[in-house]
């Protein structure tokens, strides 16, 4: 099966519209969180990183290859990886600039900061995994982003059922009476929902 995110990254290559507001909605809450919580960078310094992440994205989307990024093991690089090394770079691009800046108004002490900068994903190159916490932490935010895309493709009632009852955790039947729902009939729409979530995370995940 082709992944989701493989199918936006052909998109992107031929200047879909669709594809790159798809691609930018999804994973740019991931990046910023890199920014924010990696970097720690303002928000404001973390929304301008982001901006050049994409930018770059946009101009070298060409050069991502899954064959090219594949890890020790064969298997394929993801593209999650490659942008995190993409954001990694930009991170250390905008400490050199204030680092420089700083230096030029007199900070003596800006360059020895700069070298001391760590390394925003300790072990981890485009064909590695991040350390398990971090992963999870990546996943959530994914998994937000999805389900506020996938929300308007169902009716009210069948998304309150499912997620009164997933993540809420309340019974079926509550959720049922309340709705004023069969409980045949909450079943179904949480059934439907999490099959094609699953669907989406199993694409966008990749690894």
Same mark, same amino acid.
């Given at each position: 099966?082709?992944? %989701? *995110?493989? /199918?936006?990254?052909d998109?992107?290559? #031929?200047h879909?519209?669709?594809?790159?507001? #798809?691609?930018?909605?999804?994973?740019?809450?991931?990046?910023?969180?890199?920014?924010? +919580?990696?970097?720690?960078?303002?928000?404001?310094?973390?929304?301008?990183?982001?901006?050049?992440?994409?930018?770059?994205?946009?101009?070298s989307?060409?050069?991502?290859?899954?064959?090219? %990024?594949?890890?020790?093991?064969?298997?394929?690089? %993801?593209?999650?990886?490659?942008?995190?090394?993409?954001?990694?770079? &930009?991170?250390?691009?905008? +400490?050199? #600039?204030?680092? +420089?800046? %700083?230096?030029?108004?007199?900070?003596?002490?800006?360059?020895q900061?700069?070298?001391?900068?760590?390394?925003? @994903?300790?072990?981890?190159?485009?064909s /590695?995994?991040?350390?398990?916490?971090?992963?999870?932490c990546?996943?959530?935010?994914?998994?937000?982003?999805?389900?506020?895309?996938l #929300?308007?493709?169902? &009716?009210?009632?069948?998304? &309150?059922? @499912?997620?009164? *009852?997933?993540?809420?955790?309340?019974?079926?039947?509550?959720?049922?009476?309340?709705?004023?729902? *069969?409980?045949?009939?909450?079943?179904?729409?949480?059934?439907?929902?999490? &099959?094609?979530?699953?669907?989406?995370?199993?694409?966008?995940?990749?690894?």
């Amino acid at each position: 099966m082709v992944s %989701t *995110s493989s /199918e936006l990254i052909d998109g992107v290559r #031929r200047h879909d519209p669709l594809a790159w507001g #798809r691609l930018v909605r999804i994973y740019s809450p991931l990046v910023y969180h890199w920014c924010r +919580h990696r970097a720690e960078l303002s928000a404001e310094d973390a929304a301008d990183v982001l901006q050049e992440v994409f930018a770059s994205v946009a101009r070298s989307i060409g050069e991502f290859e899954r064959r090219k %990024t594949s890890n020790e093991n064969g298997q394929p690089g %993801t593209f999650r990886g490659w942008l995190r090394v993409l954001t990694s770079n &930009k991170i250390h691009d905008f +400490h050199r #600039r204030n680092a +420089h800046q %700083t230096q030029a108004t007199g900070g003596s002490d800006a360059i020895q900061r700069l070298s001391q900068v760590p390394d925003l @994903f300790p072990g981890t190159s485009d064909s /590695e995994s991040p350390a398990s916490g971090e992963e999870i932490c990546e996943q959530s935010i994914l998994i937000n982003r999805l389900l506020d895309e996938l #929300r308007p493709r169902y &009716k009210e009632e069948s998304w &309150k059922a @499912f997620w009164q *009852s997933e993540l809420a955790g309340r019974p079926r039947q509550e959720i049922a009476n309340e709705l004023g729902m *069969s409980i045949d009939a909450v079943n179904m729409a949480i059934f439907r929902i999490r &099959k094609r979530l699953r669907e989406e995370l199993e694409r966008f995940l990749e690894e």
